[in-house]
Nanobody, 112 residues
């Protein structure tokens, strides 16, 4: 049972990244999925989550810049991030709430 996140990197302010998280060992389509992030000096915080029925919710700081999606056939959840800001710099984690299962995290660095 694991979550494998990828897609992080370094971009300039205003740039975009697409994070992916592939799950194995769980019944993917029957689970709500989430992305969290931990920015410097802060605790890990919920960024977005998507329900079994594909309903997405976002943290206030997203402000319409990010989109969470899921492809059940691929056991993959995505986080498309646009108009990135330096304040978005941090480690992004995928999470399966019902299983308390965390991915390893992928680093996102946004320079001004």
């Amino acid at each position: 049972v694991q979550l494998q996140a990828s897609g992080g990197g370094s971009v300039q302010s205003g740039g975009s990244l697409r994070l992916s998280c592939v799950a194995s060992g769980i019944n993917f389509s029957r689970n709500t999925l989430a992305w969290y992030r931990q920015t410097p000096g802060k605790q890990r915080e919920l960024t977005a989550h998507i329900s079994i029925g594909f309903r997405a919710t976002y943290a206030d700081f997203v402000r319409g810049r990010f989109t969470i999606s899921r492809v059940n056939a691929e056991n993959t959840v995505y986080l498309e991030m646009n108009r990135l800001e330096p304040e978005d710099t941090g480690v992004y984690y995928c999470f399966v709430p019902a299983r308390r299962l965390w991915g390893r995290g992928t680093q996102v660095t946004v320079s001004s």
